[in-house]
């Protein structure tokens, strides 16, 4: 075998599979598919940032919050531009209507 064509067999064999990704949507519970930011807490938890809420993704299920009418407290919008998730287990969101912060811990 020429030693061209073995090391062609060599990079064939190396090479690793091709990629995949899992796909999420609104079917799955995402409140929109319209994604703003994304952010990775301490615990692995996957916040996201949506048009329609903020989404809290543990691996296996969402978990959406959004705005209420009227009510003082949670979200001032739900359409929201950013996300971080802080490493003394605070979520902070940038909405429409200005920053709000949840603390994990209590759900406040």
Known sequence: ???????????????????TFERFGVRDGL?????????????????????DGLNRYD???????RSRAGANTGLPSSRLSAVHASPTGSVWVGTTRGAARLDVRTGQ
């Open 31 to 51: 409140s929109s598919e319209v994604i703003a930011d994304l952010s990775l807490d301490a615990r692995g938890v996957l916040w996201i940032a949506t048009q």
């Open 59 to 65: 691996g296996h299920s969402f978990r959406t919050y």
């Open 1 to 19: 075998m020429p030693r061209s064509a073995l090391v062609l067999l060599l990079l064939a064999a190396a090479t690793p599979s091709a990629q």
